[in-house]
């Protein structure tokens, strides 16, 4: 329930501009009187995927969704036998393997990420999530002992890229999972651009990672709801963008569990291999890559409020960051999209 209350709200905010859609402008509608909108709820990358698609054409909602299990299964999934980087992990040590140009681009985007946070966002730390096991409900704290043995296995440093040949070193292995949704949005982009039918599209994915692409038929602007971290039934506030944007959030709330009034989430600090303390429990990124914004919404969470900021900046991105005293932080340029509407929050400055 929690993890779609973003997913849910962006749908209904979608629906609402919608039906705006219809109103009196009948120059405008006429117009657009030949332009459907095909919305859809599917399954792909582990988690839902919401789609609303404009077009003139044919409904291209199930292409989207099978682009999106091709780039899980064929291309990320450390776990599908298939995938590129299963293959990759599978030889570490060896010689370099020759990847498609798609992954060699990406892991040379994720290891820019990688080096500009200084690890904090770190593709490596496969193991540590394993063991925390949060992605199937564990909710037991690891040994130490343990903690401290598979931290040696996390080091960006041990991943080389130079052209197509890529190369781990022996026990590195690669786990997309903070990068994979905003790379699943950076595909669905290529795909809907290929169709001149296609107007204006919203693709959410699992809740934390959206996609807006061109407009609306009325023109509006996009409207994102973001959660709320501390009740994900209720919601922060709202983001109004225009055209292509890419907007993730990473949260304390996603995945986690209590123990003796700690949270224990499945946001690793790679310093620790333990759950990321850095005072912030939601950080929101905006910007124009789909891989970037989800892999700084983790890196920046990691940072947190000083260094993530200034990591946002460093990559034009917008950034709403949230922090554990209920104080939003946020870019100049995302004080002009986003509005706070939950009165338990407050900005840091007076807007
Ligand atoms: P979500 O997948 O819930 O949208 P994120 O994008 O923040 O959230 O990704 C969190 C996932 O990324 C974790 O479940 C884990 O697989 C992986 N991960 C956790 N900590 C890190 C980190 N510091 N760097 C890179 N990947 C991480
Ligand atoms: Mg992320």
């Not at 060699?104 to 080096?115: G, T």
């Not at 971290?229 to 292509?244: F, Q």
């Not at 790679?270 to 905006?286: E, H």
Request: proline share 3%; charged share 25%; aromatic share 8%.
């Amino acid at each position: 329930m929690k993890k779609y209350a973003m997913i849910i709200c962006g749908l209904l905010v979608c629906m609402l501009f919608v039906s705006c859609a219809s109103g009196d402008d009948s120059e405008a509608q006429q117009e657009n009187a030949d332009i459907q909108t095909y919305r859809y709820t599917g399954f792909a990358m582990g988690t839902a995927v919401m789609e609303t698609i404009y077009s003139s054409g044919a409904d291209p909602t199930t292409d989207v969704e099978s682009c999106l299990k091709e780039v899980e299964e064929k291309w990320i999934s450390w776990k599908s036998e298939g995938s590129e980087i299963a293959a990759l992990n599978k030889n570490a040590g060896k010689k370099a393997q020759t990847v498609s140009d798609a992954t060699a681009d990406c892991l040379s985007r994720v290891l820019a990420i990688a080096k500009d946070s200084r690890g904090a966002f770190d593709p490596t730390i496969g193991q540590l999530t394993r063991l925390w096991d949060l992605d199937n409900g564990s909710q037991v704290v690891p040994e130490e002992k343990k903690i401290k043995e598979l931290l040696k296995s996390v080091g960006y440093e041990g991943i080389s890229v130079e052209g197509n040949k890529v190369s781990l070193e022996t026990g590195t292995s690669i786990d997309l999972g903070a990068a994979g949704k905003g790379m699943g949005c950076d595909e669905v982009k290529k795909l809907l651009s290929q169709d001149p039918d296609i107007s204006g599209a919203v693709i959410t994915i699992g809740g934390s990672s959206i996609m807006t692409y061109g407009s609306k038929p009325d023109g509006s602007p996009w409207s994102v709801a973001l959660t709320d971290p501390r009740d994900t039934a209720d919601y922060l506030g709202t983001l109004t963008v225009t055209g292509e944007q890419y907007i993730s959030t990473s949260g304390d709330y996603e995945k986690f569990f209590m123990k003796d009034g700690i949270r224990y989430h499945h946001i690793l600090d790679p310093g620790t291999g333990s759950p990321s303390r850095s005072g912030l429990i939601s950080t929101t990124i905006i910007c124009d890559k789909g891989l970037e914004s989800d892999a700084l919404a983790t890196a920046c969470f990691v940072l947190g409020k000083e260094k993530g900021m200034a990591l946002a900046e460093a990559y034009d991105a917008e950034a709403v960051f949230v922090d554990e005293d209920k104080q939003v932080y946020m870019t100049k340029g995302a004080s002009e999209l986003f509005e706070l509407t939950n009165e338990g929050y407050q900005y840091s400055q007076p807007q």
